[in-house]
């Protein structure tokens, strides 16, 4: 074990992009076959990796004034030399460390691509690296204990995103939620309302529309145990948020909002993701109240169309 070649993953501070990036953990342990793989992320993301494949350590790297934390993250991690260092964030800690090979993400190279390709391509991989969630039986407990034993299918959703730009109104998720539960195709389904501490309020009016049919899982558990949740549900509908990239890698079909962010750029990434935009013209941005009720009841019920139809909605 000694001799493992060692690898440090210098991720981002935001759960979307840290989940967008994910992929690199598997690329790593392919071109440094058994790699002791340490990553450096932002607190809310941290838990994200406790249990992915190959990673000894994680280092949560809250920001600091004057870039205190680039100082916190050489304290703990300069001492050690690196085989692979794996910087997304493009600082000049990767030139500090001792590296045999270093892979720097550049923002330049942000021209409206999908940032799942530009990661790829940065770390010279075969193919392109899907984003991935790495639950462990902790997260799946969290989940089993949010869900509870009623097997009847979810429809998870998170009415909230860091920007309040990019957050539909709570009323319209409200509106949204009680037009679905009339909906003969969620006829029996329940809806799971996510996020973390803080966010009750803007899930409050879904909820209340849900009435005995909904699930409060807002501020329960950790992100991770959010993800194994979101992974057991059997579609997901969110704004542009780390919540709905959790639930596009955990292979939830998904649908995310998006107001006026790239989602040429930051659309959820994988075969089952959707997303409906209140422009649709690429370089337009329009606020996120443009997007109507009836515009988004018409592409969940599309996501449901697609991906359930008439068939199972129960999740292994």
Same mark, same amino acid.
């Given at each position: 074990?000694?001799?493992?070649?060692?690898?440090?993953?210098?991720?981002?501070?935001?759960?979307?992009?840290?989940?967008?990036?994910?992929?690199?953990?598997?690329?790593?342990?392919?071109?440094?076959?058994?790699?002791?793989?340490?990553?450096?992320?932002?607190?809310?993301?941290?838990?994200?990796?406790?249990?992915?494949?190959?990673?000894?350590?994680?280092?949560?790297? *809250?920001?600091?004034?004057?870039?205190?934390?680039?100082?916190?993250?050489?304290?703990?991690?300069?001492?050690?030399?690196?085989?692979?260092?794996?910087?997304?964030?493009?600082?000049?800690?990767?030139?500090?460390?001792?590296?045999?090979?270093?892979?720097?993400?550049?923002?330049?190279?942000?021209?409206?691509?999908?940032?799942?390709?530009?990661?790829?391509?940065?770390?010279?991989?075969?193919?392109?690296?899907?984003?991935?969630?790495?639950?462990?039986?902790?997260?799946?407990?969290?989940?089993?204990?949010?869900?509870?034993?009623?097997?009847?299918?979810?429809?998870?959703?998170?009415?909230?995103?860091?920007?309040?730009?990019?957050?539909?109104?709570?009323?319209?998720?409200?509106?949204?939620?009680?037009?679905?539960?009339?909906?003969?195709?969620?006829?029996?389904?329940?809806?799971?309302?996510?996020?973390?501490?803080?966010?009750? *309020?803007?899930? %409050?009016?879904?909820? %209340?529309?849900?009435?005995?049919?909904?699930?409060?899982?807002?501020?329960?558990?950790?992100?991770?145990?959010? %993800?194994?949740?979101?992974?057991?549900?059997?579609?997901?509908?969110?704004?542009?948020?780390?919540?709905?990239?959790?639930?596009?890698?955990?292979?939830?079909?998904?649908?995310?909002?998006?107001? *006026?962010?790239?989602?040429?750029?930051?659309?959820?990434?994988?075969?089952?993701?959707?997303?409906?935009?209140?422009?649709?013209?690429?370089?337009?941005?329009?606020?996120?109240?443009?997007?109507?009720?009836?515009?988004?009841?018409?592409?969940?019920?599309?996501?449901?169309?697609?991906?359930?139809?008439?068939?199972?909605?129960?999740?292994?």
């Amino acid at each position: 074990m000694s001799d493992a070649p060692r690898a440090l993953f210098v991720n981002s501070d935001r759960i979307g992009d840290c989940v967008m990036f994910s992929g690199v953990i598997r690329e790593i342990d392919r071109q440094l076959p058994g790699a002791r793989i340490t990553v450096a992320c932002g607190p809310s993301a941290a838990a994200l990796f406790r249990a992915a494949p190959g990673v000894e350590r994680v280092v949560p790297l *809250p920001k600091k004034k004057a870039g205190g934390h680039w100082l916190d993250l050489l304290k703990a991690v300069g001492t050690t030399r690196w085989d692979m260092v794996v910087d997304i964030r493009g600082s000049g800690l990767a030139y500090l460390l001792r590296a045999r090979e270093r892979r720097i993400y550049n923002r330049r190279w942000e021209k409206g691509r999908p940032k799942v390709e530009m990661v790829s391509e940065m770390m010279r991989a075969a193919g392109t690296l899907a984003p991935e969630i790495f639950p462990d039986a902790a997260a799946r407990r969290a989940a089993c204990a949010i869900l509870g034993e009623d097997l009847s299918p979810v429809l998870a959703f998170a009415p909230i995103s860091t920007d309040p730009a990019r957050s539909w109104p709570a009323e319209r998720w409200g509106r949204l939620i009680e037009r679905l539960a009339r909906e003969p195709a969620f006829d029996g389904w329940r809806f799971m309302a996510v996020g973390g501490p803080g966010d009750q *309020p803007a899930a %409050a009016p879904a909820l %209340a529309a849900a009435g005995p049919r909904g699930i409060d899982a807002v501020g329960k558990g950790d992100i991770l145990a959010s %993800a194994a949740a979101i992974q057991r549900a059997a579609l997901f509908v969110g704004n542009d948020s780390g919540l709905m990239h959790v639930a596009a890698a955990a292979g939830t079909p998904t649908l995310g909002l998006f107001g *006026p962010s790239e989602w040429w750029h930051k659309a959820p990434w994988g075969p089952k993701s959707r997303f409906v935009a209140s422009s649709q013209t690429r370089g337009e941005f329009q606020p996120i109240e443009a997007l109507t009720v009836d515009r988004v009841l018409a592409a969940v019920l599309s996501l449901h169309a697609e991906f359930i139809g008439g068939g199972s909605t129960t999740k292994p």
